[in-house]
Structures are given as C-alpha cells and as structure tokens.
C-alpha cells in the first residue's frame, strides 16, 4: 500500500462504528453511533493532552443526536474551520445472504465471509 498515513487509524475507527448495533430508524440506536462519534473524536485530547477542545450535542426535532466540535489553535490567527459531518444506518436485511444479518456488526467475520463469495 502506497499511502498508509491515516489508513490504520481509519480502518480501527471503521471497525469501531461497523460495530455499533443500529438500525434506521431507531433513535436510540442512531445515538449510540453519535456517542461514539464524539468519544472517538475526543479521546486523542484526554488527559489534558489538548485543553482547547469544545465540543457538545445539538439534537433535531425528533430527539436524533449531532455531534459538534472545535479545536481552538493555539496561534491567535484570527481564523477557524467548521466542519461538518453527517451519517447514517441503514438496514442489514441484505446481510441475511451471509446466514444471519447480525454479521453486519462484525467486520473482521463480514470480510472473511465475504470472500467466499466474491472469489
């Protein structure tokens, strides 16, 4: 793999979230991924490793989490970037071709199984 700068932390975070059981659209489920989100944004700056982190839910109408953050520089350029994000779960109906639609949370078990079947 040529560039594999960020690739092991994308695919652990990858793994992370393809394991959060949640379906649309359940809010409650919906808002554990939200959680999750903001806790895996959040833990390189624990510890006081960043104090300049502000960060805080705003919910929509129908109680569904969005998680925000900033990051304060620690120069006083006078300029500051949003980012904004959006996601969403699905159904897993279509994972049922796998023997049990639980599969779908279980990344490392889906890629194994889905090499039998695109070999």
Known sequence: MQNKIWFDEVLQLTKALMGISSISPNIEDENKCADAIRDLTLAPY?????????????????????????????????KTIILMGHFDTVGVDDFSRYGNVQIAFQPKQLAEEMKKHFQ
Not at 54 to 60: E, K, Q
Not at 65 to 75: H, P, Q
């Open 46 to 78: 624990q510890n006081g490793k960043q104090p300049d982190v502000l960060s805080g839910f705003w919910f929509t109408e129908d109680g569904r989490k969005n998680f925000a953050c900033l990051l304060k520089s620690k120069k006083n350029s006078g």
